[in-house]
Each structure stands twice: as structure tokens, then as C-alpha cells.
């Protein structure tokens, strides 16, 4: 069955260092990954969307990288800061609905 | 735009009542979706409308659950009779998009359901 992998265990880095955060996938073809932003007692946030024949998007401080050999994405946030902790979603489709891992929680410390 | 909106955002409620959770998408949006969000499973998706009708209502649990959408601007996800292991907090998301993939979905503030 389609699997999707994100590390349950918090993400912690200091303030403006680079958070990388993963996001697996197995027994999957997906044609758009995507990834939200999902802050405690809130809805999920869209942040990118990256298609399959893409190898890497940027948006501002964020860069997604989605390796379809590896079946792997890659999510990095540089200079992050505190306000960007938060529990981050990957999300993956085909061409129809969006499957989400469990997110990985970040902590950025001052 | 206010954004998608959900009432109520805190239900409680007793073992084997009925629950009716509403959600009212973002204007000029062809799709709307219904998750469930546990720490166990994660974000599910449930249903999903396209246009107002019902595409894909693979992820609901069983027949207790069941969703409408009389009109664009509107939807109902009700559980009757309601358990506790339906506790969960649901999140109610719009796209236009038509359901694709491609698409940026936009989420609600969510309910957070208690069944005792």
C-alpha cells in the first residue's frame, strides 16, 4: 500500500541555521508533491507545490527538491527563525486527491 | 475573503448522539474536501465534492458517517450515532482545482470533535 514518511521525532536548530526536513514515499507514482505549514489549533497552510518532472522550487527563504528515483523530497527553510516552528505536511497526488504524511514538527530556538 | 469557514469549532458530545459539523468554502471554488486530523492516523481525507457532487467517499468509515453539499456555498459531514473513537479534530478544505493534485488546497480552522 502507498506509504508516506515523515520523521516523527521534532526538528531542532538554533535560529538562522538551515531546517531540513524529509519527506519519503513508497509504493507511489505521485505527479505533484506538496508541502503545508500547520501551526497548533490551526488548519494546514499551502506553502509549494512541485511537479514530477521538477527537480527543485524555491519561494523566498523555502526550497523544495522532489527526487522521483529516490522517491524522496527534500524541504529546506534557510535563516529560519522562531516563527517558523511549526509541524510541516508533505503531501503527495497523482491526478487526483492529495495524501498527507503525519508532518514533522519544527523548533527554532532563539 | 474570509477564508473557509467552519462551525463548530468545538463539539462535545455523548456516545451515540448526532453530530453535524458544517463547513462553508472560499467563493468560486469546484471542490471541497472533509479530513480528519489524529495524532495516531494523521491528516484522512474522507470525501471529497467536485461541483457539489460527491467523487470519492472511499476514506469515510462506515455508514454512520455520511457528507452533503446542497449547494456551492455549503456543506454538512454528520456521524450518526456518534463514538468515541470518533473523537478527532475535522477539517473542512477548498480548491479550485477540480480535486486535482495540482492544485493548492485551502483549509478551515477545523472542529475539534469529543465524544464521551
Known amino acids: 500500500s502507498q506509504k508516506i514518511e515523515q520523521n516523527s521525532e521534532a526538528l531542532n536548530i538554533q535560529e538562522g541555521k538551515t531546517a531540513t526536513l524529509t519527506c519519503n514515499y513508497t509504493n507511489y507514482s505521485p505527479a505533484y508533491l506538496q508541502w503545508y505549514r500547520q501551526d497548533p489549533g490551526r488548519g494546514p497552510v499551502f506553502l509549494l507545490l512541485i511537479r514530477e518532472n521538477e527537480k527543485e522550487k524555491r519561494k523566498e527563504r523555502l526550497k523544495v527538491t522532489f527526487d522521483t528515483t529516490l522517491k524522496q523530497s527534500l524541504f529546506h527553510i534557510t535563516a529560519s527563525q522562531p516563527a517558523d516552528s511549526a509541524t510541516y505536511l508533505c503531501a503527495l497526488s497523482g491526478y487526483s486527491t492529495l495524501t498527507f504524511g503525519k508532518g514533522t514538527m519544527l523548533l527554532v530556538s532563539p | 475573503d474570509a477564508g473557509v469557514i467552519q462551525s463548530p469549532r468545538h463539539e462535545v458530545t455523548e456516545m451515540g448522539q448526532e453530530v453535524t459539523l458544517r463547513c462553508k468554502p472560499i467563493s468560486g471554488h469546484n471542490s471541497l474536501f472533509w479530513y480528519r486530523q489524529t495524532m495516531m492516523r494523521g491528516l484522512e481525507l474522507l470525501i471529497y465534492f467536485n461541483n457539489n457532487v460527491p467523487i470519492d467517499d472511499s476514506g469515510m468509515p462506515e455508514d454512520r458517517f455520511s457528507a452533503k453539499m446542497p449547494n456551492a456555498s455549503f456543506s454538512t459531514l454528520k456521524i450518526q450515532p456518534s463514538e468515541p473513537r470518533d473523537s478527532a479534530v475535522y477539517f473542512c478544505?477548498?480548491?479550485?482545482?477540480?480535486?486535482?493534485?495540482?492544485?493548492?488546497?485551502?483549509f478551515g480552522p477545523g472542529t475539534r470533535l469529543t465524544v464521551l
Open positions: 478544505a477548498s480548491s479550485s482545482s477540480g480535486g486535482t493534485g495540482g492544485g493548492e488546497q485551502f
